[in-house]
């Protein structure tokens, strides 16, 4: 009788552990959550700006890690707020633990979509693309610009060189630039244009915030 009492006992104890564990594991899957603070994924070789929401715990307490070759930084314009590099496109997942006895221990992990940046748009004035240009713009602008439209996210584009080309009396002039600014033979070219002529820049060669090398198509202008 005492041993049917006791395993009974031990069934009860079991249970009641199990019942526990389960509790606690549904607990600590809602200790919080990470919240991209720029879109709902991640962009590939940035730093992503993240907030760590917790229900109780204190956030000085957490360690945030992320899978792979990634990195997950301290932002020190809050106590919530992390930066978060990831190197490759794909999925990657951000743990948030605790350190004790000198071991991480895992509360709670959450996954993220990486995707790469989105290729920028090369800017002559205000131009982009295929478009029409006054004679004074033509003249007055002495720089490209390279930015990515419709985005949330600095990143600044490094322009290396571009070729800029002019149809004048039926030939083709070629001009070879390095950085961002016309040359003074572009200009000199530029000087010449009247309405109607047509000026192409492409082979625009830039480097992202990203790191990666981008050749971008340029645009096409014609002159009013």
């Not at 919080?32 to 700006?49: E, M, R």
Request: glycine share 8%; charged share 20%; hydrophobic share 40%.
């Amino acid at each position: 009788m005492k041993k049917i009492f006791s395993y009974s006992v031990v069934t009860v104890l079991l249970f009641c552990m199990l019942l526990f564990m389960g509790s606690y594991m549904a607990v600590v899957s809602l200790v919080g959550t990470i919240i991209p603070l720029k879109t709902n994924f991640l962009y590939v070789g940035v730093d992503n700006p993240i907030r760590l929401t917790t229900n109780e715990l204190n956030p000085k307490s957490l360690i945030l890690k992320s899978s792979g070759t990634s990195s997950v930084m301290k932002d020190t314009l809050g106590v919530d707020l992390y930066k978060v590099r990831i190197n490759e496109v794909g999925t990657t997942t951000i743990s948030v633990g605790i350190r004790s006895d000198k071991v991480f221990k895992t509360l709670f992990t959450q996954d993220f979509n990486v995707i790469a940046l989105p290729d920028p748009v090369v800017y002559f004035g205000a131009n982009k693309g295929d478009a029409i240009i006054a004679s004074e713009e033509l003249i007055s602008t002495s720089a490209l610009i390279c930015r990515i439209d419709n985005i949330d996210f600095e990143c600044l584009f490094d322009i290396q060189s571009f070729t800029l080309s002019v149809n004048r009396e039926g030939n083709w002039y070629d001009y070879e630039g390095q950085g961002k600014y016309l040359s003074a033979q572009m200009k000199e070219e530029l000087l010449r244009a009247v309405s109607g002529s047509r000026i192409f820049i492409h082979d625009v060669h830039v480097k992202g915030c990203d790191g990666q090398q981008r050749i971008l198509p340029g645009l096409s202008l014609k002159v009013r």
